[in-house]
Every structure is written in C-alpha cells, then in structure tokens.
C-alpha cells in the first residue's frame, strides 16, 4: 500500500497564545515572563516586620506578634491553625504516641520475661548439676569404704 507525499505546507503565521491568567481551586495565577514583575493582591496587607517567621504589627507598646482574635498564633502549623482540625490532630498524636508506648513496654516485658525464663532454667540446671554431683560422690565414697561415710 502506497502513501501520497504531501506537499510542503508552510506553518501558520499566528500561534495560538496560552492564556497568561486562569483560577485554579479558588486561587488566582498569573503567567508571567522572566522580565516582568507582578504582584498580587493580599487580602490583608501586612505593615509591619516578620521576626522567625511570625508577623509584628505596631502596637501601644512597640511592634507585636499579629493576633487574630480567636486564632492560634500565626507561627503554629496550619493544622493546628484550624480549629477543627486542632483537637483531632491532637488526639491522633496522642493516640500515636500512646501506641508506640504500648509497643515498647510489650517488647520490654519480653524481654525480661524470655531472659528470667532463661536464668531460672540456668539455676536450675546448676542446682541439679552440684547436688547430682555431691550424691555421686558420696555414692562413690560409700562404695569405696563398704559402709556410708559418717560426718
């Protein structure tokens, strides 16, 4: 089966241009190029320093950590942020913690429990060891004599 060449087709003098704006999950983004700068606009326009990573707003006592009322401090994580999320995540810390904890204190009474085990089997084979001992020599001294030692 043969194919026909097409001939040579010249492309086309306008590309489609990509769109420099577009809302994805609620959030605004804008393309820009390397040489242009473009800021965009915060709802809420911070006027003060950031000290380790927390906003300071001046206050009647200088600058201070910015304090949402109701809020958890800004520093935190943002699940402990939320209040929702706060308790829960709490609670599987706790939970996680307090799993970890069994784990190590099972291992622990293994531990011990397989090593008493072992000592008291140790004893024991050391008691029967000496005592078997000691009836075989006496054993061998009453043979010896034809009559049993007297202390």
């Known amino acids: 089966m043969t194919q026909a060449v097409q001939p040579y087709q010249e492309p086309p003098s306008q590309l489609p241009v990509p769109p420099t704006e577009f809302n994805l999950g609620g959030h605004r983004y804008v393309l820009v190029t390397a040489s242009e700068t473009q800021q965009a606009p915060a709802p809420y326009q911070h006027q003060g320093p950031i000290i380790n990573g927390v906003p300071h707003v001046p206050g009647p006592h200088g600058y201070q950590p910015y304090q949402a009322p109701y809020h958890a401090h800004p520093a935190n994580p943002p699940w402990l942020r939320n209040h929702y999320t706060r308790g829960t995540g709490i609670l599987i810390a706790a939970g996680c913690i307090g799993a970890v904890l069994f784990i190590v204190a099972a291992a622990l009474f293994t531990l011990v429990t397989w090593a008493l085990a072992n000592l008291m089997a140790i004893a024991v084979t050391v008691i029967i060891v ?10 061998l001294a009453s043979a010896r004599h034809g009559h049993p030692i007297r202390r």
Not at 130 to 139: A, M, S, Y
Request: proline share 0%; aromatic share 20%.
């Open 130 to 139: 000496f005592f078997g001992g000691l009836v075989l020599l006496g054993k």
